[in-house]
Structure formats: structure tokens, C-alpha cells
């Protein structure tokens, strides 16, 4: 039997709605090693939700954008993607305690690098998104989305953060340098499934900064955003 106290009182206090089908709310903390472990009580995982959620938070960001700016095309969606990133949704969910809600087998709960733990939690954001968009109606997830993610977006200008690292670290050494820079994988480590990457990146053949990720492109962008903190 589950437990949902803990569910329906976050919904009450963070979200601040009442399910009417409290269920889909815990699938949402689901994730798939739960229901792999415990496959007698645990039937359903939070993918599905996950994939409704990613819409619905995207729609609700790009009408926040298109509506309040009026920028160029290429300015709005690089804004739309700092905000709806794994890092940013990852720590919106820390935020709001998911963490302390997550169903997740023993061995992921243990076993999970931080990078892991990221991902994990800015799915299960956009899974609750999914939820409440079911449950309560777009209201209720615009509601959430904008209270939790879109909120940020003031510091987020202030920061630059939204700014492509890789291409502003280009237009740098390209004007100070006349040079392009390189990027070259230097170490890759772990399973198939939880990859760690290395990259450097080189202008000439100075290795001017390292950068780590699940993906060779994350990584290269890393190793950019590290680069321009020295410039």
C-alpha cells in the first residue's frame, strides 16, 4: 500500500491544489528502477508524464518569451533553452524537495553520480508538470512554471548565462587571436549508459580549459563556459 500523505501534502503546500487523482501525482516521483524493483506494488513509471510535461513546459516558457520581449527569433530561443535546461529544471525540482519524494530503487539511490541525480530530478519536474496538467488543467502547470522556473529568468539576463558559451568564446579568440578554437575528447570513462566525457579545448595547441559531460557536445560546452571565466 503507498503511502500518499507525503504526495498529497506537497500538493497542497507546494503546489498549492488539491488532486483529484492523487496516483498520478507519486507515478510522477516514479522512476523506471522503482517499478523495476518492486514490479508486484509498483506498475507505472514517471516516462510518460515526462514526455506531456516537456511540451507543456516548453509551450508556457515560449509564450512567457514571446509575449514580454520582443527580440529576435534566435535571442528568444536561446533564452527559452537556459530556462527549460536540465541544470535550471534540475534545480527548480531540488528546490521544491522532490528529492525527499523520489521513488527510486536502492541501487539507483545509492549508486546515481550528481550528474545522474540532475537528470533524474529535472525529469520528474517535468513529469509533475505533466501531472498537474492533467489533473488541474494548463492553469495550475503555468501557474507552477512560472512561480518555479520562469521566476529565474531576471538573473539569468543578469549572468549571461543564456549566452552560448562556444560560440561567445569563439568570437573572442577569433577577434584577440585571429583563431578558431578546437575541441578534442581527452579522456571517456563509464558504461554505455552513464558516459563521462572530457574535453579540452585548444586554441592552437594550447590547452587553454577542460571541460566534463554525459556528452561530448555538453562537455566542449563546458570546457567553453570554463575558458571565458578566464577571459
Request: hydrophobic share 35%.
Amino acid at each position: 500500500m503507498i503511502y500518499t500523505q507525503p504526495y498529497v501534502d506537497f500538493a497542497k503546500q507546494s503546489l498549492g491544489v488539491t488532486f483529484n487523482d492523487i496516483q498520478m501525482l507519486i507515478t510522477a516521483f516514479t522512476h523506471r528502477s522503482y517499478v523495476n524493483e518492486h514490479k508486484k506494488t509498483a506498475k507505472e513509471h514517471n516516462e510518460r508524464l515526462e514526455f506531456l510535461g516537456d511540451a507543456v513546459l516548453e509551450l508556457v516558457t515560449t509564450r512567457f518569451l514571446y509575449d514580454g520581449f520582443d527580440d529576435p527569433e534566435g535571442t528568444l530561443t536561446n533564452w527559452r533553452s537556459s530556462l527549460v535546461r536540465t541544470e535550471s529544471i534540475g534545480e527548480a525540482a531540488r528546490q521544491e524537495g522532490f528529492a525527499d519524494l523520489m521513488r527510486l530503487s536502492r541501487g539507483e539511490r545509492k549508486a546515481s553520480s550528481e550528474r545522474a541525480r540532475v537528470q533524474i530530478l529535472a525529469n520528474a519536474y517535468e513529469a509533475v508538470v505533466g501531472a498537474l496538467y492533467l489533473d488541474q488543467g494548463y492553469d495550475a502547470a503555468q501557474k507552477f512554471i512560472e512561480r518555479s522556473v520562469l521566476s529565474t529568468f531576471d538573473g539569468i539576463l543578469k549572468s549571461g548565462s543564456w549566452q552560448d558559451p562556444k560560440s561567445r568564446y569563439q568570437e573572442i579568440t577569433q577577434s584577440r587571436e585571429s583563431e578558431t578554437p578546437q575541441y578534442k575528447v581527452l579522456t571517456e570513462e563509464g558504461p554505455d549508459h552513464d558516459k563521462l566525457f572530457t574535453v579540452g579545448v585548444f586554441v592552437g595547441d594550447d590547452l587553454r580549459a577542460k571541460g566534463q559531460g554525459p556528452s561530448k557536445q555538453t562537455a566542449q560546452v563546458a570546457a567553453a563556459a570554463t575558458a571565458l571565466k578566464a577571459v
